[in-house]
């Protein structure tokens, strides 16, 4: 049926659009002087039949499951839920959901098996009503566009309006977006705090979310203390950044004032490659060489390594930044005026003096604008660490341990067996809130070093 | 610096203390010019490491150790009417049982280990394709288990004591019997790719993962393009320069450096549980990833249009054109590579992206590739990630051959960006 909705739709826009540009044409064809070319009036139909109906089904498909529930759980007898919250409502529907695709499990109560025949009728009602709806939308726009049809119908400034609002809307995607990530993170967040307090979960020094879903289940109390999480992030950051920055800040120099122009065009894009290569793949290099080969390195040297050493997911995440730094700083260098560059050699210094002494300092705040941008992806990494790292939470900064990082936690706490008003689920959605906040400072901060640093030299 | 005692006339040039300082300083120099080598060497060292143990690790899984193995369809067994449901372990027991001739019942449990656990399934499969080889002899070329496949492949020590290795030394004996016989073969494997995923990494394959990759790009694709192109038109070109435009730009700078994982939030808080879109399904998957790749797709396309020259706009305005036909037909064709280049590059990308997926459960085992994209499916790198987690060792040449499968699509992408920049952009 909703396919069956969308193929009217376009087959409504198609027609309006020939039907208007034909009646147009024929008007040229008496004689008279067109406002618009008559591609304009057809452009204008197809418009004006096409966005209304368009956003019609989609609210309708929005709409439509959550309705048809809610009328067939109104229509079941009062008995039947009698005692349930939430989630046992949810697991009568989805019974009766499954027994409307035809799966049986045991044997079902009759009011079920009623409720999923309800179900079917009510579906197939609905997709009758949105064809129905469709149809007469489609139409009446159809009828008003043709009646417009004239010789002084300004249709190009009209179709324009209409594409210049679609374009506004599509630029405020990006606000939608942002608009959904904060209010989503904020309420759930917000329900997360009414279960637990928020002076536990930001200065609480035990994260131990293993908490029972159902009643029947053994597990801990429970605690929600970020602390311990929020350090073990800060210990892989701080490997990573380790690597990474050396690393990344050398061979940026190099690149940028050592290398012959044709070496620099050859290595930059091998760099570059660091930069593209997908961070479960990391996760995977991490666990598959990296973590073993530290394990028998501290074997060699009598140092007690842990299996998912913060150091292994620490270290591969600063080679998947390398590249990030170094071209930072290679803009940063390269941004450096000329003048400067040759003020130090003609007084005399080696080209790695006027790196050090005048370059690099010179790039300084665009150098640290890259780290911090490099801090902030480190925080937001997850694959190579839900690989490497670990799952406890402990309060360390020894980079041999186990550690666990807020991204771990956030997927270890939504993958799998989920409830959504348990403080379990709604806690990743306040360290997403968490992660969220630090990485937006991170990127303003930096974002703001590297502007300020812009405007001295222009 | 060193200014001062330079320009002090008195100091010979040739001296040994300026000597000594010029030495010096060459030597800080070439220290500086190797520490930027070492840490190029070391960054390059990395990847040739990633790239090697990978092809070394994922080389086992394009070839399968299979065994020509003779069933016969025993109608004394198999139930015309329900083939489907068969004892199809009782007939691979007489098939291993004619390999070793009087072995104990104990032995030949032991050594039907050797095919996979899931070669029941293969044998039930083929009947019930084809109901006329009931009470037939076939010969099927069927997978052997992960310990065999392992053993062929070197990895299994022989020289290991056998308290530490999975077979015991009656196993390899008979396996080195079955070898010697010449049913065992290493043809590659198309499974691979063609196969669904399974529990047993020697059946496993990609189909369903590719499939849902697939159905991903494509709605990533056909909801980004259009509503990128769009925005990135509004802002270059008809923006008026206000707030409204520039907290929008702002905006999108901000986007691109949100985590991904939180993009996952926002897909299971908002698509899945406000909207009630199906779990697991690559539609909402493709629609996080589209709005992950926006971004990507506006700062590309407005690089684009920004680098066509005024003078076509001006002339196409001057010849009566309105401000949107200026755009829509002469600037946006003429920026056209610049911005399928920046869309491939932010498709490659999404194609890679795993931690939005795994919050919207595409990571759930499916057997069987999905039909449409409202079906449950897995992705490329969400399998990667089940694979890279399953004990079975077997998993783990499966996931470097997933990987390598992953980064040769990339390097396809990526290349085809790369050709498209120097074929077609233009310089003005």
């Known amino acids: 049926m909703t396919t069956a909705a969308f193929a009217l739709l376009l087959l409504a826009t198609v027609g309006a659009c020939l039907v208007n540009r034909r009646a147009a044409l024929a008007i040229r064809g008496r004689g008279a002087r067109l406002h618009s070319l008559a591609g304009f009036h057809g452009a204008y139909a197809g418009l004006l039949v096409a966005v209304p109906t368009a956003v019609l089904v989609l609210l309708w498909l929005l709409l439509e499951g959550p309705v048809i529930d809610r009328l067939v759980l109104a229509g079941l007898p009062g008995a039947a839920l009698a005692g349930l919250d939430a989630g046992g409502r949810d697991l009568v529907l989805a019974e009766i959901h499954q027994l409307a695709l035809g799966h049986r499990f045991g044997t079902p109560a009759p009011h079920a098996l009623e409720a999923a025949a309800r179900l079917v009728r009510l579906r197939e009602a609905a997709g009758l009503l949105l064809l129905l709806a469709v149809l007469a939308t489609a139409a009446t726009l159809a009828f008003l566009a043709r009646a417009r049809v004239r010789a002084d119908f300004r249709a190009r400034p009209r179709a324009e309006r209409i594409i210049a609002g679609l374009m506004v809307f599509a630029s405020a995607v990006a606000v939608l977006t942002t608009l959904g990530i904060v209010a989503s993170l904020v309420v759930e967040t917000g329900r997360f705090f009414a279960l637990v307090p928020w002076t536990d979960f930001l200065f609480g020094t035990r994260w131990e979310p293993q908490i029972a879903i159902r009643a029947d289940q053994i597990a801990g109390a429970g605690a929600f203390g970020v602390l311990p999480v929020f350090l073990g992030t800060l210990v892989v950051t701080a490997v990573a950044l380790a690597v990474a920055v050396p690393v990344g800040l050398f061979a940026a120099i190099y690149l940028a004032e050592f290398a012959s122009p044709a070496g620099r065009r050859r290595m930059k894009p091998v760099l570059e490659i660091l930069a593209g290569v997908p961070t479960v793949v990391y996760g995977f290099f991490a666990i598959l060489t990296v973590a073993p080969a530290l394990r028998d390195l501290g074997a060699l040297t009598g140092l007690a390594v842990a299996p998912n050493t913060a150091l292994a997911a620490g270290i591969v995440m600063g080679v998947m930044l390398v590249p990030f730094i170094s071209s930072f700083a290679d803009d940063a260098l390269a941004a450096v005026p000329r003048a400067l560059r040759d003020g130090a050699l003609a007084l005399g210094a080696t080209r790695a003096e006027a790196v050090t002494g005048v370059l690099v300092p010179a790039a300084l705040p665009g150098i640290m604008g890259g780290i911090l941008l490099a801090v902030s992806r480190a925080v937001g990494e997850t694959m190579i660490v839900v690989m490497a790292a670990g799952l406890i939470a402990r309060m360390t900064v020894n980079p041999l341990d186990s550690v666990t990082t807020v991204t771990v936690q956030i997927v270890s706490l939504l993958v799998g067996d989920t409830a959504f008003d348990s403080p379990k689920t709604l806690a990743a959605f306040a360290l997403g809130m968490l992660l969220f906040a630090v990485t937006l400072a991170l990127n303003v901060l930096a974002l703001a070093i590297v502007r300020r640093y812009r405007e001295a030299y222009d | ?428």
């Not at chain 2, 027991?93 to 019942?105: C, D, K, Q, R, T």
């Not at chain 2, 022989?158 to 043809?187: C, E, H, Q």
């Not at chain 2, 990533?220 to 192109?229: A, E, N, R």
């Open chain 2, 1 to 428: 610096m060193a200014g001062p005692d330079i320009a002090l006339p008195a100091t010979p040039w040739a001296s040994a203390p300026v000597r000594a300082r010029l030495r010096r300083r060459g030597r800080a120099e070439t220290r500086l010019r190797l520490l930027g080598l070492g840490a190029l060497g070391l960054a390059f060292a990395m990847l040739a490491t990633l790239v090697l143990t990978l092809l070394w690790s994922g080389a086992g899984a394009f070839r399968q150790t299979r065994v020509a193995t003779e069933v016969f369809y025993d109608p004394a067994i198999l139930a015309p009417g329900n083939l489907a449901r068969g004892d199809y372990r009782a007939i691979l027991a007489v098939a291993v049982g004619e390999w070793f001739p009087g072995l104990s019942p104990a032995g030949r449990r032991r050594a039907g280990a050797i095919l996979s656990a899931g070669a029941p399934f293969v044998l039930r499969d083929r009947i019930v394709a084809d109901p006329a080889l009931l009470g037939r002899r076939v010969t099927l070329s069927l997978p052997v288990s992960d310990p065999y496949d392992q053993l062929r492949r070197g990895l299994l020590g022989r020289d290991t004591p056998a308290a530490f290795r999975r077979l015991t030394d009656d196993d390899i004996a008979r396996w080195d019997r079955l070898v010697a016989s010449g049913l065992v073969s290493a043809p590659l494997n198309p499974g691979l790719l063609l196969d669904p995923d399974s529990r047993f990494p020697e059946l496993a394959g990609l189909a369903g993962a590719l499939a849902g990759s697939a159905w991903l790009l494509l709605t990533c694709f056909l909801l980004s393009f259009p509503v990128g192109i769009g925005a990135a038109i509004y802002l270059e070109e008809f923006a008026p320069r206000r707030r409204l435009a520039d907290v929008i730009e702002i905006n999108i700078n901000n986007l691109a450096a949100v985590p991904s994982v939180v993009f996952g939030l926002l897909g299971l808080a908002v698509f899945l549980g406000w909207f009630g879109l199906p779990r697991s399904s690559p539609f909402v998957g493709g629609m996080v990833l589209a709005l992950m790749t926006l971004p990507t797709i506006i700062i590309a396309t407005r690089a684009a249009l920004k680098a066509v020259p005024p003078s076509i706009r001006e002339a196409a305005l001057g010849l009566g054109a309105s401000r949107q036909q200026a755009v829509f037909h002469h600037v946006l064709p003429l920026a056209m590579p610049g911005i399928l280049t920046g869309t491939i590059l932010g498709l490659a990308h999404a194609l890679g992206e795993t931690a939005p997926l795994l919050l919207i459960g595409m990571n759930a085992f499916v057997t069987g590739a999905p039909g449409g994209p409202f079906d449950a499916a897995t992705a490329l790198p969400t399998q990667i990630f089940i694979w890279a987690d399953s004990p079975e060792r077997g998993f783990e040449a499966r996931t470097s051959a997933a990987i390598l499968v992953l980064l040769a699509f990339l390097v396809v992408m990526n290349g085809l960006a790369i050709f498209l920049r120097n074929r077609f952009e233009r310089k003005w």
